[in-house]
C-alpha cells in the first residue's frame, strides 16, 4: 500500500512538472483575470474565516485529485459546520499555491482563522485517513 501511495506521489509530481510547463503558453488573458478573481475571493474568505479553512489544491489534469473529490465532498457534509472549505486550481491560481509551498497534488493546506498553516497533507487520502486526520486538527 505504501509502494502505491509513493508510486502515486511521484507520478503527481511528474504530471505537476509538465502540466505547469506545458500550460505556461496556453494560459488566456480571461483565465488570468478568472484566477486573479479566484485568488481574491479565497483569499477574502481566508482573512474573514471565523473556522478553520481547508484549501484542496488541485489540477483538473490530476487522476490523484479526482479521486479525492468524492472524499473531499463526503469531508464537507461532515464537517463543514465547522470548516470552510475551498477548491484550488494550481494552473489557474499559481501565486496562491506559491505561497502555501504546494509543490505537488494533491495537497491540502488547513488554516486557522488566523492563517496559521495548521496541516499540510499532500497526495491522495481515502475516506478514513481524512476523516482521522481532520478529527485531530478540530481537536486542537
Known sequence: MKA?????LIATGVMLMMGINSCDNKKQTDDKS???SKESS???????????VLIDFYATWCGPCKAMTPVMEQMEQKYGDR???QKV???QNEELARKYNV???PNIVILSPDEEVLENIVGYHDADEMEEILSK???R
Not at 502505491?4 to 502515486?8: A, K, P, Q, T, V
Open 4 to 8: 502505491i501511495r509513493l508510486l502515486m
Open 34 to 36: 478568472s484566477a486573479q
Open 42 to 52: 479565497v483569499k477574502a474568505k481566508v482573512g474573514s474565516a471565523q473556522k478553520l
Open 83 to 85: 470548516i470552510e472549505f
Open 89 to 91: 486550481d494550481v494552473d
Open 103 to 105: 509543490m505537488s497534488i
Open 137 to 139: 486538527v478540530l481537536e
